[in-house]
Structures are given as structure tokens and as C-alpha cells.
């Protein structure tokens, strides 16, 4: 089955059904082929595939992959172009709240690590290359706590406690208006989805596995965004050498400053080349998927909301070092936890 295609469209390409997500690592796109009827279902619609007028309108998108930044911006502009849609969109959240959103184009990228990544995990293998027919938005950064509180005033993010637990104060904050919301569980982030979707009349949701990677990568094949570690304080807050102040035992970079112990107001770095922010470190993020080993396949009950099992968790947090950063980097969580290095970000649907 490895060479088995995911996703099918009851209309031929270019029309409004065209496929959302399609493994083509063993399967090259051939003009005017049509694909199967039947088994959209969940998968599809996970995918993307409620399309807009809009939407449908976006000429097939470009397969070259990795490309770089300068690329990744035209892509990006000519999308919006052709949509006639911003590259930037800011939708009320509540009240003088507001939510910033990037368009992501559609388009094709290898997913996971190749095995000359170092280090390298093995869930994070092997590599499938997808190509993802719809463009979608995606936050610019993690949802804050000021957002999430419109949704559950109730909401607290708390504190992380400090080492020595002397109990003379609750330890940092993680409940800061512009800190990204954590101890929020899979559920509940699906929930603040559903509640933001109604409120714009869009289908919002967590991304998939394969769209968070594709949107992190913004066309890079590397292990991060911008490329190799060294560039990382710029772009990212990890577990720096600060984090020794609060818990000296914890693996860091010894090396590396990025100005914040725990999480940092979100949009402070620097962001990818599609202008998203925090896609590596902060806190790490939760997908919508099914956490199942590679390769990855849309179509094998992974995607489905009812699925039971583990969801993926993306992109490290302040409190990771660089490797559990990286874009291939995979975890997974409960969808009940809620723990306390991670949020997630919305995607909605044009
Ligand atoms: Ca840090
Ligand atoms: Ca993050």
C-alpha cells in the first residue's frame, strides 16, 4: 500500500473538488487525470476540500520544492493575487481583540526529516512528499491568552512553579495577556475553533500534521525555518541558558540567549518567510491528527475528528532544546492533557 494515493475528487483538477492533499512521492500529478469517486469523508474534509468560489479559482499549485524566501513570497503574493484575497487578514476575536492570520499557498513539500537530519527520531521517517491543492490561513502566531479569554473567561494559564518550590511566590507567569495560551487540552482547542469558525463564517480549525509542517517549512528542506541552529535565538524561544534559572537540571543550550525563561508574548521573533511567528519553540502546538507512525497517509482514519488516540504535537517550546524543535519534530499528548508548554494556532479556510 506505500504507493497508494490519498484524497480523491469527484471533479477532474482546476474545478471546485479538486484534491486538497495528495502523496505524489510515487504517484506524479498527470494532466488531465481523474481521479476515483467516493471516500472523501473526514479525511477530505480535514484536508481543505470546502472549498470557495475563490478558492477554486487558484491555478494548480507550483510543485518545485525547497524554494527560498524570495520565493516563498511571490508564491505567496501571486496566491492572494489570484484569490483576491489579503496575504494578511486580521478578524475580530472579541471586543478590541483581534486575531492576525498569513495566507499560506498551496503547493508541494517533502514531509519529515531525511535521514542525513541529525539528530534524527524515528517517527520522523519516512518522508512522503504531499502536495497540499488548497491555500488556507493560518495565525500568525499561537493563540494568545487575551484571545482564548474571549472564548473562556474562565481560562487560567497559571504559573510554572520555580525549582526550589519555596512557595514565596507562584512562580513566572504563563498567563500574560500576550503569552500563547497553554493548559488548554486538544478538546477545548478544538471547541475555540469551532466558537471563532461561527463567529466568521469560515470553517476554522487546527491544522493538520502536514499543513502545520508545510506552513513552518515556508519551502526550507532544513532542519528549521532558518536553516541551521545558529540562527535559532533570532527566530525562536527554546531552552536557552536562562532557563537555568528556573531549573537548573534542565537540558539547555548553554550557549544561546533568547531573552525569555519561559513563554514570551507572542510575535516577539523573528518570523518565517511566510510571515508566521513561533512556529519553533514558545509553545509547542497541537495538530489536528491522529498521532501514527509514517508514512503519512491522509486517508487512514488519522485525520478523523472522532479518531481516538494521541494527537501530534508541533514545534518544541521554551521549555525544549533545539532537536525537539525542529519542523520534523513530532509529539504527542492525550487530547484531554492540557499541559503546560502547549497551545496551538487556527487555521481557517478561505
Ligand atoms: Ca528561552
Ligand atoms: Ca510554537
Same mark, same amino acid.
Given at each position: ?40 469523508? %473526514?479525511?477530505?474534509?480535514? +484536508? ?5 468560489? @475563490? $478558492? &477554486?479559482? *487558484?491555478? /494548480?499549485?507550483?510543485? !518545485? %520544492?525547497?524554494?527560498?524566501? +524570495? ?5 505567496? @503574493? $501571486? &496566491?492572494? *493575487?489570484? /484569490?483576491?484575497?489579503? !496575504? ?11 486575531? @492576525? ?250
Amino acid at each position: 500500500m506505500a504507493h497508494r494515493r490519498v484524497g480523491r475528487a469527484s471533479s477532474p483538477p482546476g474545478s471546485r473538488a479538486q484534491w486538497a492533499l495528495r502523496r505524489t512521492a510515487t504517484l506524479p500529478c498527470r494532466s488531465g487525470h481523474r481521479p476515483r469517486r467516493g471516500g472523501w469523508g %473526514w479525511a477530505a474534509v480535514l +484536508a481543505g476540500l470546502l472549498t470557495s468560489a @475563490a $478558492a &477554486a479559482q *487558484e491555478a /494548480l499549485p507550483p510543485t !518545485a %520544492w525547497p524554494f527560498d524566501a +524570495a520565493e516563498a513570497q511571490r508564491r505567496q @503574493a $501571486a &496566491a492572494a *493575487e489570484t /484569490l483576491g484575497l489579503p !496575504a494578511e487578514w486580521t478578524v475580530e476575536v472579541g471586543g478590541e481583540v483581534t486575531m @492576525a492570520l498569513v495566507l499560506v499557498p498551496a503547493g508541494e513539500f517533502v514531509m519529515g526529516a531525511p535521514e542525513a537530519e541529525s539528530p534524527l527520531d524515528p517517527d520522523e521517517a519516512p518522508q512522503t512528499r504531499l502536495r497540499l491543492e488548497r491555500p488556507f490561513y493560518l495565525g500568525r502566531c499561537e493563540v494568545t491568552n487575551q484571545q482564548y479569554g474571549c472564548f473562556d473567561p474562565t481560562h487560567d494559564s497559571r504559573f510554572i512553579d520555580t525549582n526550589w518550590k519555596d512557595r514565596v511566590g507562584p512562580g513566572l507567569p504563563l498567563n500574560e495577556p500576550q503569552q500563547p495560551v497553554c493548559r488548554v487540552s486538544w478538546e477545548r482547542a478544538q471547541a475555540f475553533c469551532r466558537w471563532l469558525g461561527a463567529k466568521l463564517g469560515k470553517t476554522c480549525r487546527l491544522p493538520s500534521e502536514a499543513e502545520w509542517e508545510y506552513a513552518c517549512r515556508a519551502g526550507t528542506d532544513t532542519p528549521f525555518c532558518c536553516g541551521t541552529a545558529e540562527a535559532l535565538p533570532q527566530f525562536a524561544n527554546l531552552a536557552d541558558a536562562s532557563l537555568a534559572s528556573l531549573k537548573p537540571w534542565a537540558v539547555r543550550e548553554q550557549q544561546a540567549n533568547d531573552g525569555a525563561v519561559a513563554s514570551a508574548p507572542v510575535g516577539r521573533y523573528q518570523s518565517n518567510a511566510w510571515g508566521l511567528c513561533d512556529m519553533h519553540g514558545n509553545v509547542a502546538e497541537w495538530c489536528a491528527s491522529v498521532y501514527r507512525p509514517y508514512p503519512y497517509e491522509a486517508a487512514d482514519g488519522r485525520e478523523d475528528p472522532a479518531a481516538t488516540g494521541a494527537r501530534a504535537v508541533r514545534g518544541g517550546s521554551w521549555d525544549d532544546r533545539p532537536r525537539r524543535c525542529r519542523s520534523a519534530f513530532r509529539l504527542w499528548y492525550d487530547p484531554t492533557f492540557a499541559v503546560y508548554n502547549v497551545g496551538f494556532r487556527v487555521l481557517v479556510e478561505p
